[in-house]
C-alpha cells in the first residue's frame, strides 16, 4: 500500500532553516507529480507546492515563493522541501501528498517557527 | 488566484439524516473539484474527484455534484464516523486552494 512518511521537522528560530523529507513506497514514484501541502494549528489547508514527474516543473505558493524550494530524488523514492528564512507564520503541520488532487497523503511533520 | 467558499461553516445534523456541503468557485474549475474529509489528528482523506467521482474505497453515501463555479456534497444518511471537516479543492489551475472547510456536527 501507499506510504509517505515525513521526517525532518522541529523547532526553529524566525529566519532560520529546516529541510523536509518525505519517502515514499508502494507505488511508481515516477508516475506522480509530488505536493507538499501544510495546515497552520487549528486552521484550513494550504498547498505549498507541486512538482512534476521529473522535477522540471515546480510550483509555489506566493507565501513561500523565493523562500522554499521543492525537489525529489526518483533514485531514491524522496521528496524534499528546503525552508529557508521562516517566519512564525510558516508553523504548521506539513504534508507530503502523492498526486493532484491529493489522493494519498503522510501522516505530517509539525514545524514550529518560534523565538 | 481562484477563492472556494465553503457553506455552511458549521452544519448541525442527526445521524441518519442528509446533509448537504456547498463549495463556490470564485471563476470556473470547470469539474476540477476535490472533496476532502479530515478528522482531529489525522490527514485529510479524499472523497470526491472530477466533482462527482468517489475515491477508492468511498461509501456510496457520498455524492458529489456540480461543475463551473457551484459544488455540493451530499452525504445521504449520516454515520457517527462521517462528523468531521469537509473541505473542497480546485485543482484547474495553480495555486491549487482549498475551501476554508465546513465542519459537520452531531445534532
Known amino acids: 500500500q501507499v506510504q509517505l512518511v515525513e521526517s525532518g521537522g522541529g523547532l526553529v528560530k524566525p529566519g532560520g532553516s529546516l529541510r523536509l523529507s518525505c519517502a515514499a513506497s508502494?507505488?511508481?514514484?515516477?508516475?506522480?507529480?509530488m505536493s507538499w501541502v501544510r495546515q497552520a494549528p487549528g486552521k484550513g489547508l494550504e498547498w505549498v507546492s507541486y512538482?512534476?514527474?521529473?522535477?522540471?516543473?515546480?510550483y509555489y505558493a506566493d507565501s513561500v515563493k523565493g523562500r522554499f524550494t521543492t525537489s525529489r530524488d526518483n533514485a531514491k523514492n524522496s521528496l524534499f522541501l528546503q525552508m529557508n528564512n521562516l517566519r512564525p507564520e510558516d508553523t504548521a503541520v506539513y504534508y507530503c501528498?502523492?498526486?493532484?488532487?491529493?489522493?494519498?497523503w503522510g501522516q505530517g511533520t509539525l514545524v514550529t517557527v518560534s523565538a | 488566484e481562484i477563492v472556494m467558499t465553503q457553506s455552511p461553516a458549521t452544519l448541525s445534523v442527526s445521524p441518519g439524516e442528509r446533509a448537504t456541503l456547498s463549495c463556490r468557485a470564485s471563476h470556473s474549475v470547470s469539474s476540477n473539484l476535490a472533496w476532502y474529509q479530515q478528522k482531529p489528528g489525522q490527514a485529510p482523506r479524499l472523497l470526491i474527484f472530477g466533482a462527482s467521482s468517489r475515491a477508492t474505497g468511498i461509501p456510496a453515501r457520498f455524492s458529489g455534484s456540480g461543475s463551473g463555479t457551484e459544488f455540493t456534497l451530499t452525504i445521504s444518511s449520516l454515520q457517527s464516523e462521517d462528523f468531521a471537516v469537509y473541505y473542497c479543492l480546485q485543482y484547474y489551475n495553480w495555486p491549487y486552494t482549498f475551501g476554508q472547510g465546513t465542519k459537520l456536527e452531531i445534532k
Open positions: 508502494g507505488f511508481t514514484f515516477t508516475d506522480y507529480y
Open positions: 501528498a502523492k498526486n493532484g488532487p491529493v489522493d494519498s
Open positions: 512538482i512534476s514527474f521529473t522535477g522540471t516543473s515546480i
